[in-house]
């Protein structure tokens, strides 16, 4: 059985739906929502963490927040 490429598979889902020209999930104060983009892409809650973990997954969410005139992603323990 081979190991899942959990930074390959989240950055391929997250390219097919930003190229359907959709927008990143956000929270109420406008930053990235993990747990919507988590939702959106049909990953296990549990890959949650991988976007605060993982850098490349991180640096492109960001990244792809600003051009959408988003606040970053924060930090795994803060709320809102």
């Known amino acids: ?3 899942r490429d959990i930074e390959y598979e989240i950055l391929g889902r ?3 739906y930003m190229g359907s020209g959709r927008r ?3 929270t109420k104060d406008g930053r990235v929502s993990v747990g919507g983009l988590v939702c959106v892409l049909d ?3 549990s890959d949650a963490q991988n976007f605060y973990r993982k ?3 991180k640096t492109v ?3 792809l ?3 959408q005139g ?3 992603m924060g930090k795994a323990t803060e709320s809102g």
């Open 1 to 3: 059985m081979s190991r």
């Open 65 to 67: 927040a600003t051009k």
């Open 70 to 72: 988003l606040r970053p």
């Open 55 to 57: 850098r490349g997954i």
């Open 43 to 45: 990953l296990p809650i």
């Open 14 to 16: 997250l390219t097919r």
């Open 24 to 26: 990143l999930p956000s």
């Open 61 to 63: 969410v960001n990244a």
